[in-house]
């Protein structure tokens, strides 16, 4: 089956460490994105990437990177110089920009 | 600033009865409406959406709902809800390009 694959599911980093979220798709979609999702705050949009080798910066992406080396991956890695990175994280992608998106499982991260 | 808004947080309904979810947006311009769903343990997924054309927009599981220019509304309905709609409701607007701004989400509880 087609779909949106984000490992792990839980992730623990210590403080100061950079830790990498793995996002894979298997929908031969072009755009990709990742958002957090914090409790009462719906998803706020970190990246997003409309094809390889490009990516755009959302409204949150102050301590994080990503890179699209690939169409079918988007990894996000959260630096340490995220101060709140605590949070519930989703990857996304759809066949272009306006089309509905599909959403992988997410990823919890917990810092120790 | 673009924001989508969403009336309630929480909502407590008995089955049988009748839902309606608010949703607000603001902007000016074309937008595509969505409402996602997500849930309990499972991920984020795709209700209705409109694009243009008529608008009251059908979705799955007997949900529909009516988009209002005049009033930059997108209200989610159900006539009669039932245990299996419990879950976290998402309305999205993308206002061009490639991005999406998601409500904070409300999260229903049907009773049996």
């Known amino acids: 089956d087609g779909g949106i694959t984000q490992s792990p599911k839980y992730l623990f980093r210590k403080e100061g460490q950079n830790v990498t979220l793995s996002c894979e798709q298997n929908?031969?979609?072009?755009?990709m994105y990742w958002y957090r999702q914090d409790p009462g705050q719906g998803l706020r949009l970190i990246y997003y990437?409309?094809?390889?080798?490009?990516?755009q910066k959302g409204d949150i992406a102050e301590g994080y990177s990503v890179s699209r080396e690939k169409k079918e991956s988007f990894p996000l890695t959260v630096t340490s110089a995220q101060k709140n990175p605590t949070a519930f994280y989703l990857c996304a992608s759809s066949p272009e920009g306006g089309q509905p998106q599909h959403f992988g499982d997410g990823t919890r991260l917990s810092i120790l | 600033a673009q924001s989508v808004s969403q009336h309630n947080h929480h909502v407590i309904l008995s089955e049988a009865a009748s839902l309606e979810l608010g949703c607000n947006y603001s902007?000016?311009?074309?937008?595509?409406l969505f409402w996602y769903v997500q849930y309990p343990g499972q991920h984020l997924q795709l209700l209705l959406k409109?694009?243009?054309?008529?608008?009251l927009v059908k979705g799955i599981k007997g949900f529909e709902a009516e988009f209002i220019k005049s009033k930059f509304s997108f209200n989610l309905r159900k006539p009669s809800v039932q245990w299996s709609d419990t879950a976290e409701y998402f309305c999205?607007?993308?206002?061009?390009?490639?991005?999406?701004?998601f409500g904070a989400g409300t999260r229903l509880f049907v009773k049996a």
């Open positions: 409109y694009f243009s054309g008529d608008p």
């Open positions: 929908l031969n979609h072009d755009a």
């Open positions: 999205a607007v993308r206002t061009g390009g490639f991005k999406t701004i």
């Open positions: 902007y000016g311009g074309t937008v595509n």
């Open positions: 990437s409309q094809i390889v080798n490009d990516f």
